[in-house]
């Protein structure tokens, strides 16, 4: 098994910053995917960022320029760095990791961008 902890979420101004982390511990194996998704209230769960193993990273167009995604393979750990926030990032952010063919979700973390 995986569990994965989020933390980082919380409550800040229209073009301030934050800095997602999620730790993942447990059967962990070499090539795994990480990766942070966003859902709002009756919407459906969107990819905000990926990485996988090589580094190389994916992004959804809205947050291209301002979101950096990032981890640490010694300590299997995946961060977001999100700049010049807007109310339209407030959402539950999941960190979810995929390993051989199965996915693996953290519990999600709350941002919210509001003056």
């Known amino acids: 098994q995986v569990q994965l902890v989020e933390s980082g979420g919380g409550l800040v101004q229209p073009g301030g910053s934050l800095r997602l982390s999620c730790a993942a511990s447990g059967s962990i194996f070499p090539l795994y995917v990480m990766g942070w998704y966003r859902q709002a209230p009756g919407k459906q769960r969107e990819l905000v960022a990926v990485i996988i193993s090589d580094g190389r990273t994916n992004y959804a167009d809205s947050v291209k320029g301002r979101f950096t995604i990032s981890r640490d393979n010694a300590k299997n750990t995946v961060y977001l760095q999100m700049n010049s926030l807007k109310p339209e990032d407030t959402d539950v952010y999941y960190c979810?990791?995929?390993?051989?063919?199965?996915?693996?979700w953290g519990q999600g973390t709350q941002v919210t961008v509001s003056s």
């Open positions: 979810k990791l995929t390993q051989r063919g199965t996915a693996y």
